[in-house]
């Protein structure tokens, strides 16, 4: 166990109490900031997007509602946040902004809330630099010599967060994992999972319901490897490696009890192209002739088939995975493109367009015969599909999501809905007053939980008015447009990708074992 001694002036690292406690500096309510004129017509540096340029932090914070008293624990949510104007703004992609962790800690029915840059070494290079050294890659842009002493790559660390090993770990696929204080939210440099991994993990990591086992892989070019890391000593106990031939555009897998399953689709990540300024999120139907792919990957023999489902088209994130009757069952959400097309890459499509909204699909692996199929199960669009992640691997009802129905010019997200699988219905939920775009929704189980939606929806909202974010807490078994309770958030989150709850049991522990901040 490491003694925690606190520097002066620095709130002691306790999650038990940062809710509770008065404010060692009283949060100033403040204007949001903007940054407009970067680029007014990129939609990925306005509305919800917009840069936010300070940390912040603030103690009982404002409430409207009443925050459930089992409800006890943090939300950490990552935000793309671009700290120095980007060097194309023109051409700037969501998927480039500095991560931003947003931490907001709920106990004894109030607030508190902090937010801290991952200082990453190519951050502190910029830093120090006072401006933008890297060029962007979704959409390309203007690469040259990098000044002496620049990490030869970015890492924006803005895909993941979540608590593992003890530390709040950030994710991003172009590197290393970066580890942070989960209360201070310091930053303590790359994690490599003990020597387990070498250049980069995937940003979407899996928890084995049964023992608690991270399961995650990485994706270099046209080879990925499979991971498992131990939930009590965080090292990685079993890794496999597979070629699947091109070098697809690998975000999202999904698990059941027996097999990790990975899409092969035309979407590719094309470094060769980002080297000479060009876009390096490729659309590329040529590439996979037979249509989209399925690869299963026994978790148990490494054993490995392929199952051609036929098409072009994107997978985009997943819900769940489990096995019925001989079947492997998938379910998720998917897009009939996604990137700039092969043949227009010296003419990109703007950085907003080549998203298409997605819809939600099912499908199914006969592990006798190898024929894999598809179905659409619902017609409402939308994105970040989650579930009570307990059901991770196993046969899910509900299944929770963003909506990307009508959009409007200055939104990403217009709506929550829940989904029933047994009913073969969705409700969709918007925000109260000026609220709009929500972010990926995360299940937060009851205390002595009875039923599978028996349970919270944590999500951050935009304030069209205000320019801030907002907490909404839904009851997940009763969605109704009004929530639980709303927490007024002291700043804007800028919109992100995704994000994790940790129990209090989980942070007490991690706070325990941690030392505080030494910045």
Not at 137 to 162: D, E, R, S, W, Y
Not at 441 to 469: C, H, I, K, M, Q
Request: charged content about 20%; glycine content about 8%.
């Amino acid at each position: 166990m490491t003694s925690v001694t606190p520097r002066p002036g620095l709130v002691p690292p306790d999650p038990m109490t940062i809710a509770p406690r008065a404010a060692a500096r009283p949060p100033a309510p403040r204007l949001a900031q903007d940054a407009t004129d970067w680029a007014p017509g990129n939609k990925f540096l306005n509305g919800p997007f917009t840069p936010w340029t300070e940390e912040n932090e603030a103690y009982d914070v404002e409430v409207d509602g009443e925050i459930p008293a089992d409800l006890a624990g943090a939300l950490f949510r990552i935000s793309s946040n671009p700290r120095f104007q980007p060097r194309d703004a023109d051409r700037y992609h969501w998927w480039e902004g500095d991560g931003m962790v947003c931490g907001i800690y709920l106990r004894d029915g109030r607030a508190a809330y902090r937010t801290r840059w991952v200082t990453t070494d190519s951050m502190k290079f910029e830093v120090e630099q006072g401006e933008a050294v890297y060029s962007g890659f979704a959409n390309g842009g203007t690469p040259g010599p990098l000044p002496q002493g620049a990490p030869p790559a970015k890492n924006v660390a803005n895909t993941n967060v979540g608590v593992f090993d003890d530390h709040l770990l950030v994710y991003y696929e172009g590197g290393l994992p970066y580890a942070m204080h989960p209360e201070t939210l310091e930053t303590y440099g790359s994690h490599d999972f003990h020597g387990g991994i070498d250049v980069l993990c995937t940003a979407h990591f899996k928890t084995d319901p049964d023992s608690g086992d991270m399961l995650f892989f990485a994706a270099t070019g046209p080879v990925i490897t499979w991971y498992r890391a131990d939930v009590k000593t965080g090292q990685v106990v079993d890794s496999h490696s597979l070629d699947i031939k091109v070098p697809v555009l690998m975000h999202d897998f999904a698990v059941s009890d027996n097999y990790a399953i990975f899409f092969v689709t035309p979407a590719q990540f094309r470094l060769d192209h980002i080297m000479q300024g060009k876009p390096g999120v490729v659309w590329d139907e040529a590439s996979l002739p037979h249509g989209v792919q399925i690869v299963l990957m026994d978790r148990r023999t490494h054993a490995v088939t392929w199952h051609e489902v036929g098409g072009h088209w994107a997978n985009t994130h997943f819900y769940n995975a489990y096995e019925r009757d001989g079947q492997v069952v998938v379910d998720g959400h998917r897009i009939t493109r996604l990137g700039t097309p092969a043949d227009r890459l010296d003419t990109p499509v703007t950085s907003h367009s080549w998203f298409p909204p997605s819809l939600p699909h099912r499908w199914r692996v006969d592990l006798a015969t190898g024929k894999a199929t598809e179905e659409m199960t619902g017609g409402v669009a939308g994105e970040f599909p989650r579930i009570n992640d307990s059901y991770t691997g196993r046969e899910h009802r509900y299944g929770y999501f963003v909506t990307t129905r009508s959009l409007a010019a200055d939104t990403m997200s217009d709506g929550l809905a829940k989904h029933d699988y047994l009913r073969d219905a969705t409700t969709v939920v918007e925000g109260p007053e000026a609220l709009t775009s929500p972010g990926e929704p995360v299940f937060v189980a009851r205390e002595n939980t009875t039923s599978e939606d028996d349970g919270y929806l944590l999500t951050l909202w935009w304030n069209r008015l205000t320019g801030l974010t907002e907490l909404l807490i839904h009851d997940a078994a009763d969605l109704r447009r009004i929530p639980l309770a709303r927490v007024r958030l002291p700043s804007r989150v800028p919109f992100g990708f995704h994000g994790n709850w940790a129990d209090r049991a989980t942070l007490d522990r991690a706070v325990t074992n941690l030392p505080g901040d030494t910045a």
